[in-house]
């Protein structure tokens, strides 16, 4: 008896460790132009995650959504917007019909994504996570309406739950977008900063770099899958100011560009591979 015991809190520890392993990154999505996207491409970057809704009675925070990216959105925060008809059904329109409102009306220059379901049974595998202590470790935290918000860590962890009634700015959320990084996931390094500018030359990505020591940098490609499609290991120093990766061999499309350097840093950016 007490063999078979044991044997079913061990299951049940493995059990319980595998359902909190998952993290927001794990998940894909597709934005509201059609582009499927590992969501993985924001490690390194805290996100505000909100159902939202063109006829609900909280549109108007899209104001506010907007003025937060305006202030903060960049290297370090990004919002990501999930169009919803489930709660009273406020977002009938199509994907085109979304993106014209949100962009006529609002002016919304953060990343909205094609419209999904959340309740059952048809929910988002990334809302399952969302709204589930079970797979998400942390809270329950079933979506009752329009404008809900999560927040998700650098390191692509849950942390916080808000209901529609919470605005955007509130100080709680502000105050947390500001709050130090403490997942050891960087996305950007003070003492490093690099940026990939237009291709100069076809079939090649420039990389621009402004630094003040000399450190080894990997540099991994990957497709909007997580697949590596390039790798490339070289010592940067302060007089090394560009570097030329060849991209003839990958396909064209979105993806993402990681750099890691031997101090633990870990950079990422989006760019579109364009043959």
Same mark, same amino acid.
């Given at each position: 008896?007490?063999?078979?015991?044991?044997?079913?809190?061990?299951?049940?520890?493995?059990?319980?460790?595998?359902?909190?392993?998952?993290?927001?990154?794990?998940?894909?999505?597709?934005?509201?132009?059609?582009?499927?996207?590992?969501?993985?491409?924001?490690?390194?970057? =805290?996100? @505000?995650? &909100?159902?939202?809704?063109?006829?609900?009675?909280?549109?108007?925070?899209?104001?506010?959504?907007?003025?937060?990216?305006?202030?903060?959105?960049?290297?370090?925060?990004?919002?990501?917007?999930?169009?919803?008809?489930?709660?009273?059904?406020?977002?009938?329109?199509?994907?085109?019909?979304?993106?014209?409102?949100?962009?006529?009306?609002?002016?919304?220059?953060?990343?909205?994504?094609?419209?999904?379901?959340?309740?059952?049974?048809?929910?988002?595998? #990334?809302?399952?996570? @969302?709204?589930?202590?079970?797979?998400?470790?942390?809270?329950?935290?079933?979506?009752?309406?329009?404008?809900? =918000?999560?927040?998700?860590?650098?390191?692509?962890?849950? &942390?916080?739950?808000?209901?529609?009634?919470?605005?955007?700015?509130?100080?709680?959320? #502000?105050?947390?977008? !500001?709050?130090?990084?403490?997942?050891?996931?960087?996305?950007?390094?003070?003492?490093? &900063?690099?940026?990939?500018?237009?291709?100069? &030359?076809?079939? #090649?990505?420039?990389?621009?770099?402004?630094?003040?020591?000399?450190?080894?940098?990997?540099?991994?490609?990957?497709?909007?899958?997580?697949?590596?499609?390039?790798?490339?290991?070289?010592?940067?120093?302060?007089?090394?100011?560009?570097?030329?990766?060849? #991209?003839?061999? !990958?396909?064209?499309?979105?993806? !993402?560009?990681?750099? @890691?350097?031997?101090?633990?840093?870990?950079?990422?950016?989006?760019?579109?591979?364009?043959?």
């Amino acid at each position: 008896m007490k063999k078979t015991l044991l044997f079913v809190l061990i299951l049940f520890a493995i059990n319980i460790q595998a359902q909190t392993t998952e993290t927001f990154h794990d998940f894909n999505a597709v934005t509201i132009r059609g582009d499927s996207i590992s969501l993985s491409i924001y490690a390194g970057k =805290k996100i @505000l995650v &909100v159902n939202t809704a063109s006829y609900c009675g909280f549109t108007p925070q899209y104001a506010d959504l907007e003025a937060l990216y305006l202030q903060y959105g960049g290297p370090n925060f990004e919002i990501l917007g999930f169009p919803c008809n489930d709660f009273g059904g406020q977002e009938p329109g199509s994907n085109g019909s979304i993106d014209s409102f949100c962009t006529g009306t609002y002016n919304i220059s953060f990343q909205m994504m094609s419209r999904i379901s959340i309740t059952a049974p048809d929910t988002a595998e #990334v809302y399952k996570w @969302l709204q589930n202590a079970s797979r998400n470790g942390v809270a329950d935290a079933p979506v009752a309406w329009n404008f809900n =918000k999560f927040l998700i860590d650098e390191a692509g962890n849950w &942390v916080a739950y808000y209901p529609s009634s919470v605005n955007p700015l509130d100080t709680a959320i #502000v105050n947390w977008i !500001l709050s130090p990084n403490t997942t050891g996931i960087k996305n950007q390094d003070a003492q490093f &900063v690099w940026t990939i500018a237009g291709n100069p &030359v076809k079939d #090649v990505m420039r990389l621009q770099f402004s630094n003040s020591r000399r450190m080894n940098c990997t540099f991994d490609i990957f497709d909007i899958h997580g697949r590596q499609l390039l790798m490339n290991t070289l010592s940067i120093g302060p007089d090394m100011k560009e570097l030329d990766l060849p #991209v003839h061999s !990958l396909p064209d499309g979105l993806c !993402l560009v990681r750099m @890691l350097d031997s101090e633990g840093g870990m950079h990422m950016q989006k760019v579109i591979i364009q043959n």
